[in-house]
């Protein structure tokens, strides 16, 4: 960096304050001073960006389009915003969930602090999931994968902008609570006691516990998927054998694409089974285990 004496301050290509990598995004803060903040976001083609209300907070959020597209919905219409495009939150006022068509860059310019909220809240909680997968046998994309399927299936089913937001963060974390469950127990290569299951079990409601009591609004609102992952349709589930449609969708959705992805993962105690024979067995489990309609979406984006 250099400071002359007219006061500019040269910054050369690739200078950034903080870089930070996350799931097919780099974002690359440029400027933080004076209550403002510039980042540029690179989103891999597919990949997803969010923004949404913060408690609290009404700042002005800007974005500029340098190469690619960014998609949304918009109530049940598909936005696009291409090269060149720009957008306005004067605030925010919904959890929006962005897909990149093509690799895409744009600026980001804020009126709050947003690049550490992101890093600092969400980013601990993702790394926490990371490790506890590996720990319990998972490969480190494990996460990534749930996350990447789960939005598809979800894209499928029509939700909406705001529980796609949410279910992405949601599918991520899924698992977060089994930081809570003793090495014993998460590493064991045998089959788990009874009196083991049932505390294994918990990690539901833990990994729920851990994201309210953050008191962040979208880490509260993924705190439902994270406690009902393991509730199945005709009610043998837990934490508390809900049934049908009691189950919430979002949670539908993770248990199956989490079933699929654990029938095919290869792990101490299994082989992996192959794609096909996963894939029947999700169909079989249809209406019996899984929400008929999230295994309809979920074998058609399969196929
Ligand atoms: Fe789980
Ligand atoms: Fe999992």
Known sequence: MNMRGNGIQFVKSGGYIKQSVANGSILNLLVQSKGFEVILHEVKEGHHWTIGPIEGWDGIEFIYLLSGSLSWLENKTKMIASTGDHLIMDPIRKDTFFTAIGNTTFLYVSTGPSFDEYNDQIKHFMNLAVAVEEKDGYTADHCQRIKDLSIKTGEKLGLSSEELYVLHIGSFLHDVGKTKIPDLILNKPSKLTNEEYEQMKKHT???????????????KRAALIVEQHHERYNGTGYPYRLKGNEINLSSSIVGVVDSFDAMTSVRV????????????????ERERLFHPDVVDAFLSIMS
């Open 269 to 284: 105690y299994s082989r992996g089974r192959s794609l096909e024979d996963a894939l029947e067995e999700v169909k079989q």
């Open 205 to 219: 409601s833990l990994g729920a516990n851990m994201l309210v009591e953050t008191g962040i609004p979208t880490l």
